[in-house]
């Protein structure tokens, strides 16, 4: 597709529930990025792709977090036992190497 | 580590008023400074990418122009539409290739 498609709009999950969410990249790009805005204008890095190998992990809390970008597939990004400090929005992002980089829409999670 | 700083958080400008916003930035060797548009509760759109020093770019009413420690965003005669968020971000080779984000200013126009 011509944009970054990112599902669901929104979710909400109890304190210690799953969530799983999806990105689909801009067609030919060969990279993925998610980052995670907790307050208002912050951005904070946590994983890319370069196709479906890890890229860069070093934002990723590694205990709960987990993501993958398969063939054929959207990227996800799962967070296992969600917590209240997980509630942001999550933004999905594609780009070729070193080139113009586009944002979805994002998904925000509620955690209650 | 990198570092960016924007500057004015916040800006509010009478339709027609020209004004110039800052973004400064420490890094370890410059790939690429974006600068996105952030409407409330949507994504970041994508405007500019500038690679090197004294390069410039132009889209409407936008100007993005880079030097060695900063860029610029000017709003030339800008509308209420332009009315969002400018968030300003970097690459470097230090970095990885993960965009190191400012935290916006926030710009307002008014009729």
């Known amino acids: 597709g011509e944009e970054v498609a990112q599902t669901p709009k929104h979710l909400v999950r109890g304190e210690g529930q799953k969530a799983k969410l999806y990105c689909a990249p801009i067609?030919?790009?060969?990279?993925v990025f998610w980052y995670q805005q907790v307050l208002k204008n912050e951005f904070k890095f946590l994983i890319s792709f370069q196709n479906e190998n890890v890229f860069d992990e070093t934002g990723m809390p590694k205990e709960r977090f987990s993501a993958k970008c398969l063939p054929n597939s959207p990227c996800s990004l799962e967070i296992q036992a969600t917590k209240l400090e997980d509630s942001a929005v999550y933004f999905c992002?594609?780009?070729?190497?070193?080139?113009?980089?586009?944002f979805g829409p994002g998904t925000r999670l509620t955690v209650l | 580590e990198d570092q960016v700083t924007q500057s004015p958080e916040a800006l509010r400008l009478q339709e027609g008023e020209s004004s110039s916003l800052n973004c400064s930035y420490t890094?370890?060797?410059?790939?690429?400074l974006f600068w996105y548009r952030q409407d409330p509760g949507k994504g970041p759109e994508f405007l500019f990418t500038?690679?090197?020093a004294g390069e410039e770019k132009e889209k409407e009413r936008l100007k993005a122009t880079l030097t060695k420690k900063e860029s610029f965003l000017h709003i030339t005669a800008p509308k209420p539409e332009d009315s969002a968020t400018y968030l300003c971000?970097?690459?470097?080779?230090?970095?990885?290739?993960?965009?190191?984000f400012g935290t916006g200013t926030q710009l307002k126009v008014e009729l």
């Open positions: 890094v370890s060797g410059l790939r690429g």
């Open positions: 067609k030919g790009h060969s990279y």
């Open positions: 992002a594609s780009s070729q190497p070193e080139r113009d980089r586009f």
């Open positions: 971000a970097v690459t470097s080779a230090g970095g990885g290739n993960k965009l190191t």
């Open positions: 500038l690679y090197s």
